[in-house]
């Protein structure tokens, strides 16, 4: 099993910018689809992007599209979420987390691992 840990959040201004890293402690990292999600005050988790095992595919929500960049370094255990452009409905909780293969990677019920998330708050 893997064991994510979330770093990189923060207070940014609309259009501003912002990285978050996930260092995914235990064995096998490179063995799991990685992805991060979100959930905002009153609001449910909500899938935001994923990446496969080997980086070659990528999956974003609609709304993050050409904003957001995931990527993963499986030499470091380590994926990251480049998130520019920012907007404040993207204010939220963001959690990093750990899918088996074979699973549909967009739906929050496939992660098997979480982690315990970074807080990214959008100023207007």
């Known amino acids: 099993q893997v064991q994510p840990v979330e770093s990189g959040g923060g207070l940014v201004q609309a259009g501003g910018s912002l990285r978050l890293s996930c260092a995914a402690s235990?064995?096998?990292?490179?063995?799991?689809?990685m992805g991060w999600l979100r959930q905002a005050p009153g609001k449910e988790r909500e899938f935001v992007a994923a990446?496969?095992?080997?980086?070659?595919?990528?999956y974003y929500t609609d709304s993050v599209k050409g904003r957001f960049t995931i990527s993963r370094d499986n030499t470091k255990n380590a994926v990251y979420l480049q998130m520019n452009s920012l907007k404040p409905e993207d204010t939220a909780v963001y959690y990093c987390?750990?899918?088996?293969?074979?699973?549909?990677?967009?739906?929050?019920?496939?992660?098997?691992?979480w982690g315990q998330g970074t807080q990214v708050t959008v100023s207007s």
């Open positions: 990446i496969s095992r080997s980086g070659a595919t990528k």
């Open positions: 235990g064995r096998s990292f490179d063995q799991y689809i």
């Open positions: 987390a750990a899918a088996r293969s074979g699973v549909a990677p967009r739906a929050p019920d496939s992660y098997d691992y």
